[in-house]
């Protein structure tokens, strides 16, 4: 059976260390001029649906620099944009490349074809989950911050699908995690009652942006309106004002507290310029980060 990596919830917190673990090992073997050619003579499909850059490239970088190959496919160029099945797609598919790497709309996507294809599934954004980003962004709060376990960790704005992959990694990995999220708008409360469950530390919901940001080490901010939302924007412009990250709202945080954002970044709705441009803000090492943890879970998912 293959591993598929269809949410952090497959996964152990040592498996989820381990993903971490070697991202920063590979990370700083680049650095020194090491060579990877751990998935040579390998292939992964990536199949997107929804538009990338960060993603798609970083999963190119990623195979490429591990000695493998690409093969790249927009979702209306295939045949699912003509009505093939899923299980159709994957049976096929896994005949031909070693991994398939979906970026989609429904969580239900990812889970029939990880449930037809006999090589790994890896999630690389739905409506419900963005767990590889998560990945990447624990890896650069440990970077900057040390271990990730004692550090408090806010969400300010929509409890989307970034918002659920961080509750799931909480409750897997034990860190307090603090949510401000607008009425109507929170994270899924199936992931959040699942993570709460086997929590060691608190995952709190609130409304109030100022509260959670209060006592945070790391303050975390996503757009408004998701892909797929876009009809969605004009009220959520609305609702979401006062979760915008700038500098009032970051005067109430501790000093040290840093930014993350996984970008791409609505400068002046979820964050201000100033905010994004400034030296607490990491969004662009979190990018590059992204390239080094894919490489870990390819090598991990697909390598021998
Ligand atoms: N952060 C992220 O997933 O960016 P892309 O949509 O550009 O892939
Ligand atoms: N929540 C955002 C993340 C983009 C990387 C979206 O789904 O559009």
């Not at 498996?15 to 990370?27: G, P, Q, V």
């Amino acid at each position: 059976m293959p591993t598929h990596l269809k949410s952090l919830h497959d996964f152990s917190k040592e498996a989820l260390t381990s993903f971490i673990d070697l991202a920063i090992k590979l990370k700083t073997e680049r650095q020194q001029g090491v060579i990877h050619r751990q998935l040579n003579g390998k292939t992964i499909g990536l199949i997107f649906e929804k538009p990338s850059t960060r993603t798609r490239v970083s999963f190119e970088a990623a195979m490429y620099g591990l000695g493998g190959q690409v093969i790249f496919l927009s979702g209306r160029d295939t045949q699912l944009a003509r009505s093939e099945p899923l299980k159709d797609m994957a049976r096929v598919m896994a005949r031909y490349v070693d991994g398939m790497v979906v970026r989609t709309f429904g969580q239900d996507v990812v889970e029939e074809l990880a449930g037809y294809s006999s090589v790994p599934v890896i999630n690389a954004l739905t409506d419900l989950h963005h767990p590889c980003q998560i990945l990447s962004d624990i890896m650069t709060v440990i970077e900057k911050k040390g271990a990730i376990q004692d550090l408090k960790i806010a969400w300010v704005g929509d409890g989307n699908n970034m918002a659920n992959s961080w509750i799931q990694a909480a409750g897997r990995l034990g860190f307090e995690l603090i949510l401000a999220c607008p009425e109507g708008y929170a994270p899924n409360p199936e992931i959040l009652a699942t993570a709460r469950a086997e929590a060691a530390k608190p995952i709190t919901l609130l409304r109030d942006p100022a509260q959670a940001v209060q006592e945070a080490d790391v303050i975390n901010v996503d757009v408004w309106a998701s892909m797929g939302q876009e009809s969605e924007q004009e009220e959520r412009l609305t609702v979401f004002q006062k979760y915008q990250v700038n500098d009032q709202l970051l005067a109430l945080a501790p000093e040290t507290a840093i930014v993350l954002h996984c970008l791409p970044a609505h400068r002046g709705e979820e964050i201000t310029d100033e905010v994004l441009e400034s030296a607490r803000c990491v969004a662009f090492d979190q990018a590059e980060n992204k390239m080094h943890m894919h490489k870990a879970i390819l090598a991990q998912l697909i390598g021998e």
